[in-house]
């Protein structure tokens, strides 16, 4: 398995909802990140979570909460959002061996519309 | 303030000839690079990565070239063909060693003319 499957596809939630979207892969990778992307602009780094444990927080609101259930999931939990986080939210992952050649892998992301 | 920077918004190149796309840094700290192509509304897909310690990696019709004096990259794409049409995005791992992050730039979108 060399995907990194994203859940749901597609999420449209108002201001007041709770919601969570999620990141899976089997490739035994350690290290995992969830990006921003906006329109027309390059992906954007959130969050890093290097073997479960969250390691980088770009200054992200907190109404933006990363979850590292095991080494496999990734969870992104939502709450009180405003119509201005709507994005493409993509998850990747890789092997945190520094040094190593890095092989980066991307979700397909989650289009996050915010009403 | 931009650490990976790729100045053309757009590139139209005809099929079966030469793509260049180019990437600047900043930042000399950088060791390493990666392409990614996109579509719209799909994630990236890793193309072709590069070492700061080599110059030119190559893989089929993709080659990266790096000049660190320069603190230029680009990628060759020969030939072109039609579904090599898509939004590149230059990145550079950021310095720290381990889980980093990659640091994006804000993408050329190439388009293959018939």
């Known amino acids: 398995d060399t995907e990194v499957t994203q859940t749901p596809k597609h999420l449209v939630m108002g201001m007041t909802n709770k919601k969570s979207l999620k990141c899976e892969q089997h490739?035994?990778?350690?290290?995992m990140y969830w990006y921003k992307q906006k329109a027309k602009k390059p992906p954007e780094l959130m969050f890093v979570?290097?073997?479960?444990?969250?390691?980088i927080n770009e200054s992200v609101p907190s109404r933006f909460s990363p979850e590292c259930p095991n080494s496999s999931l990734l969870n992104l939990h939502l709450h009180a959002l405003q119509p201005e986080d709507s994005a493409l939210y993509l998850c990747?992952?890789?092997?945190?061996?520094?040094?190593?050649?890095?092989?980066?892998?991307f979700g397909s992301g989650t289009r996050l519309t915010v009403v | 303030d931009q650490q990976v920077k790729q100045n053309s918004p757009s590139l139209s190149v005809q099929e079966g000839r030469i793509s260049i796309l180019n990437c600047d840094y900043t930042?000399?700290?950088?060791?390493?690079f990666l392409w990614y192509k996109k579509y719209p509304a799909e994630g990236p897909t890793f193309l072709i990565s590069?070492?700061?310690?080599?110059d030119k990696n190559e893989d089929g019709r993709f080659t990266v070239f790096l000049n660190k004096s320069a603190k230029h990259l680009s990628l060759h794409i020969v030939p072109s063909q039609p579904g090599d049409s898509a939004v590149y995005f230059c990145?550079?791992?950021?310095?720290?060693?381990?889980?980093?992050?990659?640091?994006f730039g804000k993408g050329t979108h190439l388009i293959i003319q018939p």
């Open positions: 990747a992952s890789s092997q945190d061996v520094p040094g190593s050649p890095y092989g980066y892998t």
């Open positions: 490739m035994g990778h350690r290290a």
């Open positions: 979570y290097s073997y479960e444990k969250l390691s």
């Open positions: 930042n000399s700290m950088f060791d390493y």
């Open positions: 590069i070492s700061s310690i080599k």
């Open positions: 990145a550079s791992r950021r310095p720290g060693g381990g889980a980093d992050g990659l640091t």
